[in-house]
């Protein structure tokens, strides 16, 4: 058996992890460990446990003290060695654009360990925006083995860069496979403001606002902007519910706090478990956010999306007319958030740009092919980029 190791220290890379160490697991001779790098405590475990799996290992990291990017790689580097020695991995595989994908892509590196980049090839080409996510991106991507690419725009991307395109795969987003699982389910809300939200839907009509913000470059005036257009949605639409599930950075949750705490017909709340998230993605009429996995899950439903952003890396959304980017500008926001509401701006009828639901099942082939262990005779499901 082959170790596959996956790393993981955020919820959104354990749930774009979980659907490829299943189909990892149905590879004869692989074997998919799930590491937490510790980055953040309990969230990667809570985010594995809707798709019934668990963390199978977990790095000795120091308790942070200063919350530092140097801080947080300066813990991780020596831990993900001793890791990465101990299980011997064929290969490791790192999420999209966290400082657990790059602390993990440089240690596989410097063993000689191929790396296989997870949602590779987004870009803005902006390296201040998103920060400092789209430099992670960037330096990954050079130093990766395998690339598998959510999209063709961005396998062109990853081409332009010179990154030989054998070395590329359009896999689709292992995010659709994770949200079509949890759909499949129909998990009733755990969560209790939730739970009643879905109750107003139901009984008098009401629309549901899902609204997230906590990206690094939305913190302080932009954010500040961003709650005012809720206040001014909910004042102009009586019919409208506002769910705001609160990230767990301290300086949002008091921005946060301080704006709408008291607001009519606006519920803030912890962080939800994954299935809520998606079953509040199913309920709402409008999600408002930052956020980039929720760009890429909501076209499932054909909910749409304003996006609290300049640029996007993911371009697909906006093409398609699932979503609209409009920035910080609280008029803005308002405005086109009416605009919906009302029914005068719909999002396009069209498939999820991001992925079928087979996302896992071909990037488990691609690797199983990196690894040398595919049948040569055996019919792949899978999109070269060539």
Same mark, same amino acid.
């Given at each position: 058996?082959?170790?596959?190791? &996956?790393?993981? =220290? ?6 774009? !992890? ?11 001779? &692989? ?12 969230m990667v475990e809570q985010a594995l446990a809707p798709f019934g799996r668990t963390v199978d290992g977990w790095l000795q990291v120091p308790p942070r003290v200063s919350g530092t990017q140097a801080e947080l790689v300066a813990g991780l580097l020596p831990a993900l060695d001793e890791a990465m020695r101990r299980y011997a991995p064929g290969a490791v ?52 083995? !395998? ?8 396998? $062109? $991307?990853?081409?332009? #860069? ?9 896999? =689709? ?6 949200? &079509? ?10 969560? @209790? ?41 909910? #004042?102009?639409?009586?019919? $409208? %519910? ?12 008091? %921005?946060?706090?301080?704006? !709408? ?12 478990? /994954? ?19 929720? %760009? #890429? ?8 999306? &304003? ?33 919906? !509401? ?8 069209? $498939?999820?740009? /991001? ?23 055996? @019919? ?7």
């Amino acid at each position: 058996m082959v170790n596959v190791m &996956l790393l993981a =220290g955020t919820r959104p890379e354990a749930v774009k !992890l979980a659907p490829l160490a299943q189909a990892l697991e149905a590879r004869p001779g &692989l074997r998919p460990l799930i590491v937490h790098s510790g980055q953040h405590p309990g969230m990667v475990e809570q985010a594995l446990a809707p798709f019934g799996r668990t963390v199978d290992g977990w790095l000795q990291v120091p308790p942070r003290v200063s919350g530092t990017q140097a801080e947080l790689v300066a813990g991780l580097l020596p831990a993900l060695d001793e890791a990465m020695r101990r299980y011997a991995p064929g290969a490791v595989v790192v999420q999209g654009d966290t400082t657990t994908a790059l602390a993990g892509a440089l240690t596989a590196f410097w063993l000689g360990i191929p790396v296989v980049h997870l949602e590779a090839g987004l870009r803005t080409r902006d390296l201040t925006t998103p920060f400092p996510e789209e430099g992670t991106r960037q330096m990954v991507s050079r130093i990766a083995s !395998l690339h598998l690419a959510p999209a063709p725009t961005a396998a $062109a $991307a990853l081409r332009a #860069e010179g990154v030989p395109a054998e070395r590329i795969v359009v896999a =689709g987003n292992t995010v659709v496979d994770a949200v &079509l699982s949890i759909t499949a389910r129909d998990l009733p809300a755990r969560d @209790p403001a939730l739970a009643l939200l879905e109750m107003g839907i139901a009984e008098a009509g009401e629309q549901l606002v899902l609204v997230t913000s906590h990206r690094r470059e939305s913190w302080g005036e932009p954010l500040a902007r961003t709650l005012s257009a809720v206040r001014r949605i909910v #004042e102009a639409h009586p019919r $409208a %519910q506002v769910l705001f599930p609160m990230h767990p950075n301290p300086e949002v949750r008091a %921005q946060v706090t301080a704006a !709408l705490s008291g607001v009519p017909r606006v519920t803030v709340t912890e962080p939800l478990e /994954y299935p809520d998230v998606v079953r509040a993605l199913r309920l709402a009429t409008l999600v408002i956010t930052d956020s980039g996995g929720i %760009q #890429e899950e909501a076209p499932t439903f054909g909910t749409p999306v &304003l996006i609290l952003r300049d640029t996007t890396e993911r371009p697909e959304a906006v093409a398609t007319g699932c979503a609209w980017l409009v920035g910080t500008d609280a008029d803005r926001i308002t405005d086109t958030a009416c605009r919906v !509401l009302t029914g005068e701006l719909r999002a396009a009828t069209s $498939a999820n740009p /991001y992925g079928d639901g087979s996302a896992a099942i071909r990037s488990a082939a691609a690797i199983e092919t990196l690894l040398g262990l595919a049948d040569p005779a055996a @019919p792949v499901d899978l999109q070269s980029a060539r």
